[in-house]
């Protein structure tokens, strides 16, 4: 059967009435073309699509052109007017210049004891998260090598503590030893690590840190010779150009031959590490025995003015000086002044004896007490003596007599006692070579000459200034023929074959007594010592003749005047008379027990440190047969 075909018989009768009327274009309409029928193009002529055609390609052209231009132009801004600044620019982000670490030079004492050196140490931090042993197992396994640290470490106990705190970043300890870290490295443990660094170490710890000194977190002198010598200790060294490669690293450009090679040079210096752990001992325990503010010990040689020890008490570790008090920091053996009282006696004896106003036999009168217009002027001990009545030089010394210094100084004329005193440095820095010191203080000219009581106080130590250190040195002349020599503590660069390489430039020491008056004031200080009454008896060493003076002076008040309370007491030792040439001072500020003086305070301590000198200096004793004898206390 034939079905009608899709045709337009299945067409919707109503389609064509739907369809939308497509509109008459108006200009069509009005050329009078008939838009439904289709047109034929209008040929254009050659000629004119020749011009078109032309148009276009110009266009192009300039565009092109024009592009170019701008892009020469833009290269001649790059490539010749910016082009060094981009370069430099380039350079610098790709490049970089920068100082290598180098390790500065170490310090050592007279026998080659290294007292500072930088090493690789290693700082140990625990994150027991990662342990794959037991807390308790790690923590004794590293105490034992902790244990061989020369630093403070934790025990087995402490560590376990440690490993509680927190579950990583935890440090355990700091400043290790190559050596001990590359133990700790052996013991493969999980979770121990260990950050590697270069750190300045101070072995002797606080036994030579008032001469050291110490370093700061970057490498520079803060203290001590760290500080006054930072240009011999740190090792110069050029910068280097680093660039970067195609892995992003930094590299070095160009090495000067030789680079990598540092000198073998170390500072070395005068004193005695050895001596100055015995001063430090002797003075920690009198100052503690004594209830003192603080005390200083100083041995010079007085041939060439060498410092084999300078201690203080109270000290500081540099290894962590942090810790300390910032008053530790201090070295007032050098940067404090005090009145020097008694002991600067036999400087004025000498003067006095140098400039022919006195003999050693002359005598004076010791009325125990004078006036002086509105002040009182007395010996120390006048209310238990009163007058002497005629002394010797020798007696006003041993007596340590205010009244009969006062006498014999009036034997010359002002003028000259000050240009005695100005000879000898006062008012001016001793030269050592450490930092920080301040200049003794005297009175001017015109009040020194003018106003009786000043030359009258400075006669017995009063009214002047000075250090400790400066007293060491004044002290050197009666010990060395009376030459003023300039303190140090540096002898010079030497190599690992203790071979010199640099030696220190001193000025010329100045002949400020005579061999001869210098020997004369020694023989009156040693009847301090000898003499049964004499107030230094307690510095007295079987067999060896010790010269010395006791010094008990009051400290100037704040509000004027002098404390009644507040003293400091001193001794001045030289060793030994028959062959003189160390001088041992010890200082103490402010003992608080009862009858604090300088013979019963300072004299032993300076004994004790005769005796340790004696010993590692070999020094032969004066008198081969002379027996022991007990230590002995004095007052002044």
Request: glycine share 8%; net charge neutral.
């Amino acid at each position: 059967m034939d079905f009608p075909s899709r045709s337009r018989l299945n067409r919707p009768r109503f389609s064509r009435s739907i369809q939308t009327k497509k509109p008459v274009n108006s200009s069509s309409r009005f050329s009078g073309l008939d838009p439904r029928k289709p047109q034929k193009p209008v040929a254009r002529k050659p000629a004119q699509i020749k011009r078109c055609k032309s148009s276009r390609l110009r266009m192009v052209w300039l565009i092109l052109l024009g592009g170019l231009f701008g892009l020469l132009v833009n290269l001649f801004r790059l490539q010749i007017m910016m082009g060094p600044m981009l370069k430099q620019q380039a350079q610098f982000q790709q490049s970089q210049r920068d100082l290598p670490f180098v390790p500065r030079r170490p310090i050592s004492d007279m026998n080659g004891h290294i007292l500072a050196i930088d090493q690789i140490v290693y700082t140990l931090y625990a994150h027991p998260k990662l342990f794959q042993q037991l807390p308790a197992e790690i923590a004794e396994k590293l105490s034992k090598v902790l244990v061989l640290n020369d630093l403070k470490n934790p025990t087995a106990n402490e560590l376990l503590e440690q490993f509680q705190e927190a579950d990583s970043g935890i440090k355990i300890a700091e400043s290790i030893s190559e050596e001990v870290g590359n133990h700790i490295a052996s013991l493969r443990i999980d979770g121990l690590e260990l950050i590697q660094q270069r750190k300045r170490l101070y072995p002797q710890q606080n036994i030579a840190s008032d001469i050291v000194g110490y370093v700061d977190s970057e490498g520079k002198g803060q203290a001590g010779v760290e500080h006054s010598q930072q240009e011999l200790l740190e090792r110069v060294m050029p910068s280097l150009e680093f660039q970067r490669s195609v892995n992003g690293n930094w590299v070095p450009t160009q090495l000067a031959s030789g680079f990598i090679q540092l000198d073998d040079l170390e500072l070395r210096l005068t004193i005695d590490t050895r001596l100055q752990r015995m001063a430090r001992k002797i003075l920690k325990e009198n100052v503690e025995k004594n209830e003192a503010k603080r005390g200083t010990v100083v041995v010079m040689d007085a041939r060439n003015g060498e410092i084999l020890t300078l201690v203080n008490e109270p000290s500081y570790d540099p290894n962590e000086y942090w810790k300390s008090n910032v008053e530790n920091f201090k070295n007032w053996a050098l940067s404090d002044l005090y009145e020097p009282g008694s002991t600067f006696k036999p400087i004025n004896v000498a003067i006095a004896l140098e400039a022919g106003g006195i003999q050693q036999d002359t005598m004076v009168y010791d009325e125990g007490r004078i006036q002086m217009g509105r002040w009182t002027i007395q010996n120390a001990d006048y209310n238990s003596v009163g007058t002497r009545g005629s002394v010797n030089i020798t007696d006003v010394i041993k007596y340590s007599s205010n009244i009969g210094m006062v006498h014999i100084m009036q034997q010359i004329e002002p003028e000259v006692f000050y240009d005695g005193l100005k000879r000898l440095g006062l008012g001016e820095l001793s030269g050592v070579d450490l930092p920080f010191e301040v200049a003794s203080t005297l009175k001017t000219r015109h009040q020194f000459m003018n106003v009786p009581v000043e030359s009258a106080t400075a006669a017995f130590g009063q009214g002047l200034s000075i250090t400790p250190l400066k007293l060491a040195q004044l002290n050197a002349t009666l010990a060395n023929g009376g030459k003023l020599v300039t303190p140090h503590v540096v002898k010079g660069l030497y190599n690992s074959k203790g071979q010199l390489y640099w030696e220190t430039s001193l000025p010329e020491s100045r002949q400020v007594f005579s061999s001869k008056t210098a020997n004369k004031v020694l023989e009156m200080m040693e009847s301090v010592v000898t003499a049964e009454d004499g107030t230094g008896k307690a510095a007295r060493i079987a067999g060896y003749r010790v010269a010395g003076k006791t010094g008990t002076a009051q400290k100037a008040s704040a509000t004027g005047g002098y404390s009644e309370n507040a003293r400091i007491t001193s001794f001045v030792g030289i060793l030994t008379v028959n062959n003189p040439r160390y001088v041992v001072i010890a200082v103490i500020d402010e003992p608080q027990i009862p009858g604090a003086s300088g013979g019963r305070v300072a004299a032993p301590i300076v004994k004790s440190v005769m005796e340790g000198l004696i010993g590692l200096q070999k020094i032969p004793p004066s008198d081969l047969n002379a027996k022991p004898e007990s230590e002995l206390e004095s007052e002044e």
